[in-house]
């Protein structure tokens, strides 16, 4: 048994069709999908239940971009489809690329149903409604037809993530079938499977390219599985595999331009769609956010912020880019994607992609942001950046070709800085990861143990003397010595405790919200699954911090009290 989500809400004059009440629509329904447990991908179609003229179009299509817009603000978990009467969809789909049209085709009385041809996207058509009678009851059902390779609906809620390891093995048995299928690449066939659902349409063939279809009937056949879902190993985040390995199809089909400054379709299928979304999002923000490199700053993935640029399609954007360049030097794309999620390319997922398509320069990031944005000799990339920018801006919203240059260039800067700072965070956490090790590897030893044996020997034998006035002195200076050494050391070991790397997740939320870290004293709690709270900091540090400040207090009490003594007797 599978299903398919409709969206409804009255939905029965053109009054209601706006692009506010498509937006608290599309927000609605995105709520209300995580709360049924739809899995990631899932289509939720959004109804026309009314018969709509060729009049009433351009309001039925705002209505759409506010969908597009909120599910985009979202996260983009969802996709959408639109259901009404054949050039409703035909239309939707023109104007918003829809994914797939739900079409009631029984209903006569719509007028957008008589002499209108099927939508190029429709997946289910309602052809007869029909009595059942169950014992007492009666009512109403549908008969509805499928088109093959097409939305094939959901037959589970609350499906677990799938950890890398099963992504792994899920790329291993494609890559296999691709091999035993014969024919085409088969890195490329991998990447055709997961463009199926939502990277296949009409506008990606004119992208990049079709896919193959045969083969996907083969694998489908063979038991072949599509995730929806992929649980990062360096991140804890969850990413989306499909558009993950659409955006390796871009890349490996149009690889990125000799010159880094500027930007093509390759481009388009990862980050630079994004960046024109979140483009139309920042539009739609102006009276908030009038400065383009403030929202780029502030809102391009963060960590627990929502936009149509989240921190989860910068994932994808990289990934996708790294696995399309192992791939072109001839890896196969199921040891590439074990190398990078295995092993440690994925921790510095972000400074290889910055280097590798942006020459590591925020400049050229920006430069290249600005040429996708302003271009109009692809005609395909320009008519693509309006829709894109469409979906997420309201309506009237300035195209990014007639905004002042000089806003734009802003926006573009901080889309590069942006960039540059996830790269550097990414490159501290990795000096984190090694200074953490580093401290493991010592504890490990007998360092730390003769430090404290020294330690103990120096300051314990200098305060047996206590008769001694040099002595004292000495083992108020060694105490104090020790303590401030101890506080150092402490203190490094705060700054470069990594809480994503050392701590284990206990809830699906990331472990820094509940990490803990101060300089006074050193200490720095991580979380564990356990239940327990552990310390980052050596356990030898704060006990010998405070023994030696301890054991100084006393050697300096004693010597003040000798000095004192001294002094009456003189």
Same mark, same amino acid.
């Given at each position: 048994?599978?299903?398919f ?15 506010s ?22 289509l ?8 709509a ?24 978990? /969802? ?71 097409s939305?094939i ?18 790329i291993?048995k ?29 506008? $990606? ?7 193959? $279809? ?6 489908n056949?063979n038991?072949?599985?599509? !995730? ?50 979140? /483009? ?10 009038a ?10 993935? =963060?960590?627990?912020?929502?936009s ?20 072109r ?19 510095? &997922? ?59 260039r802003? /926006? ?6 942006? !960039? ?23 504890k490990e ?12 020997v ?5 305060? !047996?003397?206590?008769?001694?006035? =040099? ?29 994503? &790397? ?69």
């Amino acid at each position: 048994m599978r299903v398919f989500p409709i969206f409804q809400d009255n939905g029965r004059s053109l009054a209601e069709y706006t692009w506010s009440k498509g937006y608290a629509h599309g927000q609605w329904a995105h709520d209300q999908a995580v709360h049924f447990g739809f899995n990631r991908g899932t289509l939720i179609y959004f109804a026309v239940d009314y018969d709509a003229t060729v009049a009433d179009m351009p309001k039925i299509i705002q209505y759409f971009r506010g969908v597009s817009s909120a599910l985009s603000s979202k996260g983009k978990r /969802y996709l959408f489809g639109v259901y009404g009467s054949r050039n409703v969809c035909a239309q939707v789909t023109k104007e918003t690329y829809a994914t797939y049209s739900f079409v009631p085709g029984m209903s006569w009385g719509f007028s957008g149903n008589l002499g209108f041809p099927l939508p190029e996207n429709w997946s289910f058509n309602q052809i007869k409604e029909y009595q059942v009678t169950n014992g007492s009851d009666t009512f109403a059902l549908d008969n509805d037809v499928r088109r093959p390779k097409s939305d094939i609906g959901q037959n589970s809620v609350n499906r677990p993530v799938s950890p890398a390891a099963e992504f792994i093995a899920n790329i291993d048995k494609l890559y296999g079938l691709a091999q035993s299928y014969g024919k085409g690449d088969p890195n490329r066939l991998v990447t055709d499977y997961y463009r199926q659902m939502a990277y296949a349409g009409v506008q $990606w063939q004119a992208l990049i390219a079709g896919v193959d $279809w045969a083969f996907i009937d083969y694998a489908n056949s063979n038991g072949a599985e599509l !995730l929806s879902t992929l649980n990062d190993p360096f991140t804890s985040l969850t990413v989306g595999p499909q558009h993950l390995l659409a955006t390796a199809a871009g890349q490996l089909i149009k690889p990125a331009p000799s010159d880094r400054h500027t930007a093509n379709g390759g481009d388009v299928a990862g980050w630079a769609s994004d960046l024109m979304t979140f /483009y139309g999002e920042w539009r739609r923000d102006s009276d908030s956010y009038a400065s383009g490199y403030t929202y780029c700053t502030e809102r391009m993935a =963060k960590i627990g912020v929502e936009s149509s640029f989240a921190i989860g399609d910068l994932i994808e954007d990289a990934d996708g880019f790294l696995l399309a360049e192992k791939m072109r030097n001839k890896t196969p794309i199921n040891k590439a994607v074990r190398d990078h999620y295995e092993g440690s390319g994925g921790a510095t &997922r972000f400074q290889d992609y910055v280097a590798q398509r942006f020459g590591s320069s925020a400049t050229t990031a920006a430069d290249a942001a600005f040429n996708i944005l302003t271009t109009t000799a692809d005609t395909i990339i320009s008519t693509g950046r309006a829709y894109l920018t469409l979906t997420t801006a309201k309506e009237g919203v300035i195209l990014p070709h007639d905004l002042p240059p000089t806003m734009l260039r802003d /926006y573009c800067k901080g889309f590069g800085d942006s !960039l540059m700072a996830r790269a550097g965070l990414e490159a501290r956490s990795q000096a984190k990861y090694l200074a953490n090790h580093a401290r493991a590897f010592s504890k490990e030893s007998w360092v730390g143990s003769w430090v404290i044996a020294v330690t103990f020997v120096g300051v314990g034998s200098s305060c !047996l003397r206590i008769r001694q006035g =040099k002595r004292l002195r000495g083992a108020v200076v060694a105490g104090l010595v020790t303590a401030l050494l101890c506080y150092l050391l402490g203190a490094v070991e705060v700054s470069f405790a990594d809480p994503s &790397r050392m701590c284990e997740p206990t809830v699906s939320i990331p472990t820094w919200y509940r990490y803990e870290e101060a300089f006074l004293p050193p200490r720095a709690a991580c979380p564990w699954a356990d239940g327990r709270t552990y310390d980052l900091v050596s356990p030898w540090v704060n006990p010998l911090l405070f023994i030696a400040l301890g054991v100084s207090a006393v050697c300096l009490k004693v010597l003040m009290a000798s000095l004192k003594r001294k002094r009456s007797q003189r």
